[in-house]
């Protein structure tokens, strides 16, 4: 019995041993630096609180998702254990709260990313629902109102933004509100088919009554509207009283197929105007008006109404494509004839420049129309172009007219007011650029208020012509080249005053304290009285120069949404 106890003894002496090691190693665990075991705790919370404001803020999900999974793989990595010390544990919370740290600087990184992308992506929609909106109040729509409040309001709003929710809702309202424009012309375009429906009717001698209750109803549907769905819904309900008023009346029907054939008629001619080849579009209009002279059933009648309405859709795209071709060749051929007809002989250099040189393709923005119209593909696309182009000539002329005004500069021009009306400006401030004349007029409700002599775009960077809209101002702010070192149109870091820009890519009206002399010929090279000799001797890069004390005034006496137009 006495021999037995033996191994008992031994193993708990075992058991006593390996419960001492244990311990031991947990109290190396526990007796590390307290101070990194905290540090690494605020780290994680601090990247934690830099993840959740990041998708506040609207940073999408997927490109925080690397990070999230590396701070997992963080939070279920265990605590090194050590019998020899606690070195190991206080390095292993000293490198966790490092990767912590690491993580968060790339949340803040990809949120500046973010939101310094979304930024630009809104300034962009901006642009083009500015452009839209202005081609669609060169057509006259007043119904437009509407849309150029909302145009100030997401304005504003991106004056405002800080983070990528912000932007993303300029850019969301910008898009809508461009779909809606669009969809307002084929709104336009369904109820004048209506309108061309009823006359059928009404010279049938039948009763429209109802018709006319219903077309008032879509009239106040279409000038309330403001939103793509709102278009959209108008424009099938439109197709359906068009379709309905087909079958309200048989005896329509040869009226409305002939209103039809002669509207195909008139595009036919319109297109061969343009250039385009029309003989098949001929032979269907011979055919169907052989058809429709025939017909004595309501199936012949509905099935060359069918047929009709089938052509005239088949000509809808040649035809605004051979309408952008054409005009676009009478815009190069006038922007060529009047170009080498009206030189400025440089006394300076001895170069002569064309005068309408912001118009050309070679180094103005005639490349711009020129690319509109060959990457058009659909109606919209072409009929978008057409109105560019429309836009451009408007303005050319503008400056051909204004070429021969012996008005003083400092005096309020036809071109001015007849630009200011065309865009419905009446009742804004519009800033009114000749470049002919080196001169911006500042106009209040129609008022010539001030003039000051400018210096625009060289001949190598021209400014850009047409209708634009003050969305930056900045004072004071620090313009920094995007050209490299080196190249003919870097230059350094330059400290500006007053810069309020009217269209992206950085295209602003501001100080330049680098010159003295403004005005006529200051946008080719000349030697300038007192100014820094590297870059006072030539034009701009685009933007529009001014004296300080004049640029003061300007940003004093504007704000945003001002339009400014350039001709």
């Known amino acids: ?16 041993l390996c419960m001492v090691l244990f311990a031991t190693l947990l109290l190396s665990a526990c007796n590390s630096n307290p101070q990194t075991h905290q540090r690494a705790d605020q780290d994680k919370t601090t990247l934690d609180n ?35 010390g606690n070195q190991s544990t206080t390095d292993y919370y000293t490198n966790l709260a490092q990767r912590y740290q690491m993580l968060a600087i790339q949340v803040q990184g990809l949120e500046a990313q973010t939101t310094q992308h979304l930024d630009y992506l809104a300034t962009l929609d901006l642009q083009s629902f500015e452009s839209v909106l202005a081609q669609r109040q060169a057509q006259g729509f007043v119904e437009t109102k509407i849309f150029a409040d909302q145009l100030k309001q997401d304005q504003n709003l991106l004056s405002q933004a800080q983070g990528p929710t912000d932007y993303l809702q300029v850019s969301n309202n910008a898009k809508r509100s461009i779909m809606a424009l669009h969809l307002m012309g084929s709104a336009y375009n369904a109820l004048v088919s209506l309108q061309q429906a009823m006359k059928g009717l009404q010279t049938s001698r039948l009763d429209i009554t109802a018709l006319k209750q219903e077309e008032q109803y879509d009239l106040q549907a279409f000038r309330t509207a403001d939103k793509p769905e709102d278009f959209s819904q108008l424009i099938d309900l439109v197709n359906a009283q068009l379709q309905a008023t087909t079958a309200y009346s048989v005896q329509a029907i040869p009226y409305v197929g002939a209103a039809k054939l002669k509207e195909f008629g008139t595009d036919i001619a319109n297109m061969q105007q343009y250039g385009g080849s029309v003989t098949t579009y ?29 052509d005239l859709a088949s000509i809808q795209l040649p035809l605004v494509r051979s309408e952008a071709h054409f005009l676009l060749k009478q815009y190069q051929q006038e922007v060529d004839r009047w170009g080498s007809s009206h030189l400025y002989h440089d006394s300076y250099d001895g170069g002569v420049y064309r005068l309408d040189y912001e118009y050309n393709e070679q180094q103005g923005f005639g490349s711009d129309i020129d690319a509109a119209v060959q990457s058009a593909r659909t109606p919209d696309d072409y009929q978008a172009a057409i109105d560019f182009i429309n836009n451009n000539m408007l303005h050319l002329k503008a400056m051909e007219a204004d070429y021969n005004d012996a008005t003083p500069w400092d005096q309020p021009h036809d071109t001015d007011i007849q630009l200011i009306k065309h865009y419905n400006l009446m009742s804004k401030q519009v800033f009114v650029v000749s470049l002919i004349e080196q ?30 809209s003050i969305f930056s101002r900045e004072s004071p702010t620090k313009f920094k080249s995007s050209e490299p070192k080196g190249s003919a149109f870097w230059y350094p870091d330059t400290n500006i005053n007053f810069a309020m820009e009217y269209r992206d890519d950085g295209y602003f009206f501001h100080d ?4 003295v002399n403004y005005g006529p010929g200051t946008n080719f090279p000349h030697y300038d009285s007192g100014g820094d000799e590297t870059f006072s001797g030539n034009g701009s890069h685009g933007c529009i120069n001014m004296q300080e004390d004049e640029a003061a005034w300007l940003y004093n006496n504007s704000s945003y949404g001002a339009s400014a137009i350039l001709y």
């Open 1 to 16: 019995m006495i021999h037995s106890t033996v191994p008992i003894r031994r193993n708990k002496r075992s058991l006593f």
């Open 50 to 84: 830099a993840l959740a404001h990041a998708q506040s803020v609207g940073v999408p999900t997927a490109l925080l998702q690397s990070i999230k999974q590396q701070e997992t793989d963080l939070n279920a990595a265990h605590v090194p254990l050590s019998v020899f």
């Open 282 to 310: 001929q032979q269907h209009l011979q055919t169907d008006q052989a058809a429709l002279s025939k017909a004595k059933t309501l199936g012949d009648l509905l099935k060359i109404s069918t047929q009709i309405d089938n």
């Open 439 to 468: 001169t911006l007029r500042f106009y209040q409700d129609g008022k010539l208020v001030r003039a000051f002599h400018i210096t625009s775009g060289q001949y190598a960077k021209p400014s850009p012509p047409g209708l634009w």
């Open 512 to 515: 330049s304290w680098w010159r």
